[in-house]
């Protein structure tokens, strides 16, 4: 029986979840190519992100990571890390859907704070109130987060733990050919 090529595997969820770390552990054990949109978007504009939503607005950055994301979607065999805001978009919603396996990176935003409390690349929290802000980013793009095929519950979870998880339901998933 001839095998079809695989789906993509999606990784989705907020920023400072892991989607980058979790991805090339993911890439490197199941042997696919690792594509992380947000280096993407900085290798093709020579930008970091936070200075291309300086200098050209979320819009313009929106309408490049849609097309971006689009672009590498297309791609066969790929482990790719979206960007946190990216799944709000309804085109790239379908795209995953359509294209992929997809996994929602979940940790409380306890855990998020943690891990973004000192962070100044992130252009949408460089806003005084951390907490709030977070928690609004969370509770916005909760429900789009929820779409995907799976979720994953990260909060008492090591790289490891989460990377297995996620190979053994990718890999027993009917969906995947």
């Known amino acids: 029986?001839?095998?079809?090529?695989?789906?993509n595997l999606v990784l989705t969820g907020m920023m400072g979840v892991g989607k980058s770390t979790i991805g090339?552990?993911?890439a490197q054990k199941l042997k696919l190519k690792f594509v992380d949109i947000d280096r993407v978007i900085q290798e093709k504009e020579k930008s970091k992100i936070k200075d291309i939503f300086q200098k050209k607005g979320e819009n313009y950055f929106r309408k490049l990571e849609k097309r971006i994301t689009i672009e590498e979607l297309k791609k066969n065999k790929i482990?790719?890390?979206l960007g946190g805001g990216s799944i709000v978009n309804s085109v790239v919603r379908k795209e995953v859907k359509n294209k992929s396996i997809s996994f929602w990176l979940d940790l409380d935003t306890k855990f998020l704070l943690k891990r973004l409390k000192n962070v100044n690349k992130r252009p949408l929290l460089s806003q005084n109130n951390l907490e709030e802000t977070v928690n609004k980013i969370y509770s916005d793009r909760k429900k789009f987060y929820n779409e995907a095929n799976y979720k994953i519950k990260c909060n008492a979870l090591d790289i490891d733990e989460i990377t297995n998880k996620i190979i053994k339901l990718y890999e027993t998933?009917?969906?995947?050919i």
């Open 1 to 7: 029986m001839v095998r079809l090529l695989e789906k």
């Open 24 to 26: 090339k552990k993911l």
């Open 173 to 176: 998933s009917k969906d995947r």
């Open 79 to 81: 482990v790719l890390a």
